[in-house]
Every structure is written in C-alpha cells, then in structure tokens.
C-alpha cells in the first residue's frame, strides 16, 4: 500500500523559509519520479516542482523557480521541498505525489501523478 505523508510545514513571515519533506512507504521510491503540488484556497491544485526518478533532472514552475529546490533522498525514501524567500502568495496546502510510470523523467500535469500524500498547510504572512 503506497504511503505518502507529507511534514514541515507551518506559519512564516515573508523572506523566510521552510523545508518540506514527504516520507514514503510501500513501492520502490527510487524508481519513481515525484512531485510537489499545492493549492491555496478557493484555487485549483498546481504543480510546483518535479524530480525524475533518479534525481538527474528537475522543474519548476515559473512562479518559484529560483526560490524552491527539490531533491530526493533515495536511501531515505524521502522527497523534500526546501523553499527560501517566501511570499504570501505562496500560502497553500502542499501535496506530494509519486508518478504513475516508473523510470520517467516527471512531468508537470498533475493527472500523470497518481498517489498522493494528505497535504502540509505553508501559510506566509506579511
């Protein structure tokens, strides 16, 4: 059974940081590329960054890049979101997810991802 549970996240002020790590369980995390989404309120999910099953390759979604590193730790079967200089627009749910092929490169839809974690709340006031 595929486990994703997603930790790290919290309130911050504007310019900090937060590390988002994601633990997963019950498939074979390093041949599977994963991904970082969120959705604020009222929005729809959109993705936020990806990593290719061996950690080779990444991307990122225009609104974060430069800011968000993604990496995954393939010994620890943890994927992990470090994000510097945050905004308020920033403010969502952030979801993990584990994509649907094995040995792909990752994608930016989320319909290609099919496990998900429950979410961790990163809130960034002013």
């Known amino acids: 059974q595929v486990q994703l549970v997603e930790s790290g996240g919290g309130l911050v002020q504007a310019g900090g940081s937060l590390r988002l790590s994601c633990a997963a369980s019950?498939?074979?995390?390093?041949?599977?590329?994963m991904g970082w989404f969120r959705q604020a309120p009222g929005k729809e999910r959109e993705f936020v960054a990806v990593?290719?099953?061996?950690?080779?390759?990444?991307g990122y979604a225009d609104s974060v890049k430069g800011r968000f590193t993604i990496s995954k730790d393939n010994i620890k079967n943890t994927l992990y979101l470090q994000m510097n200089s945050l905004k308020p627009e920033d403010t969502a749910v952030y979801y993990c997810?584990?994509?649907?092929?094995?040995?792909?490169?990752?994608?930016?839809?989320?319909?290609?991802?099919?496990?998900w974690g429950q979410g961790t709340q990163v809130t960034v006031s002013s």
């Open positions: 997810a584990a994509h649907k092929d094995r040995y792909s490169r990752g994608s930016y839809s989320l319909l290609d991802f099919d496990s």
């Open positions: 019950g498939f074979t995390f390093r041949s599977y590329a």
């Open positions: 990593i290719s099953w061996n950690g080779g390759s990444t």
